[in-house]
Structure formats: structure tokens, C-alpha cells
């Protein structure tokens, strides 16, 4: 499986964004495919999560109420819609996939992409 992130850019504060990640490869069956984000100097952290077959979400407390993921089966494409960002969102934001258990832990992803960055002015 290949991952493509794409979409990153800047954007003042209070504004939204979409990022995108296109899969290639096999098929996804019961993958989840996820996003996750580092900020400089900080660990990289699960954002939000979404699963292939039957389309159940997850996300972080911070995502929560402002981030949208969803999927669109025939592109093999997830999409991140961010609103209301905060400057505190500025980070790389990388996409992975895998067959997941728990979609928050890192750990069970198999399949990164390159990240795209997304910076958030005040």
C-alpha cells in the first residue's frame, strides 16, 4: 500500500483546510486509515481516524467537533476537513493505514505516507 498526502498549506487562524490522502496498492478491505500529526519538538499524535468498511469514525479530543475524516471508496482517497483551526494545530500531518485494532494507537499502523504541513497563524 502507497500512501499520497496532500492538500497542506497556511492559513490565518479560524480558517479551515482539507487535506487528502490517496492509497494505491491492494485493496483496502478492512483497513483503517488514519491521521496523525507532529508538531516541532513534540511526539506525533493520533488526530482522527477513519474505518474503511462500515465507515466508523474516530477522533482525538482536540479534533473532536472540528475535524471531519471521510472516505471516498472509489478514489481509495481519505480526506481531513480541518475547521475552526488553532495555531496550536500547526504540524506535519501524516496519513497511515493499516489492518487496526485500536485506530488511535500508532503503533498498529503499517503503511505511512510523507506528510504534509499545515501551518496556522494567529
Known amino acids: 500500500v502507497q500512501l499520497q498526502a496532500s492538500g497542506g498549506g497556511s492559513v490565518q487562524a479560524g480558517g479551515s483546510l482539507r487535506i487528502s490522502c490517496a492509497a494505491s496498492?491492494?485493496?483496502?478491505?478492512?483497513?483503517?486509515m488514519g491521521w496523525f500529526r507532529q508538531a516541532p519538538g513534540k511526539e506525533r499524535e493520533f488526530v482522527a481516524a477513519?474505518?474503511?468498511?462500515?465507515?466508523?469514525?474516530y477522533y482525538s479530543e482536540s479534533a473532536e467537533g472540528r475535524f471531519t475524516i471521510a472516505r471516498d471508496n472509489a478514489e481509495k482517497t481519505a480526506y481531513l476537513q480541518m475547521n475552526r483551526l488553532k495555531p496550536e494545530d500547526t504540524a506535519v500531518y501524516y496519513c497511515?493505514?493499516?489492518?487496526?485494532?485500536?485506530?488511535?494507537?500508532?503503533?498498529?499502523?503499517?503503511?505511512w505516507g510523507q506528510g504534509t504541513l499545515v501551518t496556522v497563524s494567529s
Open positions: 497511515a493505514a493499516g489492518s487496526v485494532k485500536y485506530a488511535r494507537h500508532i503503533r498498529e499502523y503499517d503503511y
Open positions: 477513519i474505518r474503511w468498511s462500515g465507515g466508523s469514525t
Open positions: 496498492g491492494r485493496t483496502f478491505g478492512n483497513y483503517v
